[in-house]
């Protein structure tokens, strides 16, 4: 999978929140992962705890994500409205549109709240630093700003037309985008989690060499498979996606094959009329022209779903992979416990073998001991024997 990898450095505060450096995302990686049309660009974006009032006593926080997840900003050009989206895995924990009537309050140096009345709750927001604060709410603000102006030039164009536009029409027949769709940077597809909360571990002894060798080995492997098993989470949810859309495709299609057929009647129904001529060769042309922007239009719907076929198949490519590191993982873990077993019955030798070692001296000791009295008796023996030659 391509794409720039943003990494986040997590830091800790005495703050409700935890999040790392500040990073802006770029539009084509979110296009790129997720497969799809790319209607609503990320801004901004930032890490942060997330909380939501307590619907019972609309007083207490209650945290809506064990860690600091990634919060951005993001902008539908269509609609022409601003969002704050986060997700926590693939659950949607803000999905609050900017209206001007917003307000973000900063009830300490590491903490900011806002309302949103379509959601009938309060999010708020814990940062590691009031530099971060500051700058998510300065982005607020210029955000609400422009969801402002938008508001009114859209309701200075609603006075001045009777009718909607028809940009305005096609903007309402997509559908916005889902909050599955959308799951953070790059940077969350790599294991931040794994990292964070390991434990530092004892130096190994010499002994331990090859069991420690293939610990780091096993970690490895423990990583990368937690970073495939995000990105299969986040695949998952994207195909699922790209088959409603392409079921959706296929009832336009359908759609637009029957209107192609009416109005190929239509044609032959004129043609067959007599009199106004010009009105029906006029009314032909206009039929033509249709019918030619249907069929490109047609054209344009194939060609975006063999695109997303393709991107299936890579996506069970991707499949066949995680389930190869799997295998090799649990390889891996099998050659530790064997290892395991080894210096087991090693240290165990060792501890026979020091046992051994231990009796052996006691036993040479007593030997020494034995020996040099002998060695004293041979002593006075000999001094003995030299007297009675001496005195013979």
């Keep these: 999978m391509q794409g720039e990898v943003i990494c986040q450095v997590q830091d800790r505060s005495e703050s409700p929140g935890r999040l790392g450096e500040t990073t802006v995302l770029r539009p084509n990686q979110i296009h790129h992962f997720f497969f799809l049309p790319l209607r609503e660009q990320p801004i901004y974006s930032t890490r942060a705890h997330v909380f939501q009032i307590d619907p019972s006593t609309k007083k207490n926080w209650v945290p809506t994500s064990k860690h600091a997840v990634t919060v951005s900003y993001f902008y539908d050009s269509t609609r022409n409205v601003y969002r704050i989206i986060s997700l926590d895995g693939s659950k949607a924990i803000i999905n609050s549109t900017i209206t001007p009537n917003m307000t973000f309050t900063k009830t300490s140096q590491k903490f900011g709240q806002w309302a949103d009345s379509r959601a009938n709750t309060v999010y708020g927001l814990g940062f590691s630093s009031e ?122 299609l359908a759609a637009y094959q029957e209107e192609a057929e009416r109005l190929h009647k239509r044609v032959t129904e004129l043609e067959c009329m007599s009199g106004q001529a010009n009105v029906i060769k006029s009314h032909k042309t206009e039929l033509n022209q249709t019918i030619e922007e249907l069929e490109s239009t047609l054209k344009m719907k194939e060609e975006e779903i063999e695109r997303l076929k393709e991107e299936m198949e890579n996506a069970r490519q991707l499949q066949a992979q995680r389930d190869t590191l799997t295998k090799k993982l649990q390889e891996t873990e099998t050659r530790n416990k064997d290892l395991e077993l080894q210096l087991a019955e090693l240290e165990q030798r060792l501890e026979k073998s020091q046992t051994e070692q231990e009796a052996f001296r006691k036993n040479l000791k007593t030997l020494l001991e034995i020996l040099d009295g002998k060695i004293f008796e041979l002593t006075e023996l000999r001094d003995n024997l030299a007297k009675l030659i001496e005195c013979s």
């Design 131 to 252: 530099h971060h604060l500051v700058k998510f709410a300065e982005k607020f603000q210029e955000f609400k700003e422009a969801a402002r102006i938008a508001k009114e030039k859209s309701q200075e164009k609603m006075e001045l037309t009777s009718t909607p536009s028809q940009e305005s029409t096609a903007g309402d027949i997509q559908s916005p985008l889902t909050p599955e769709s959308i799951n953070g940077t790059d940077d969350e597809r790599a294991t931040p989690d794994v990292t964070q909360n390991s434990e530092p571990r004892a130096e190994p002894t010499q002994n331990a060499l090859p069991f420690t060798h293939s610990s780091t080995i096993s970690k490895h492997w423990e990583a990368e498979l937690a970073a495939l098993k995000g990105n299969n989470a986040k695949l998952t949810a994207a195909l699922l996606e790209s088959t409603a859309n392409v079921k959706q495709w296929k009832q336009q």
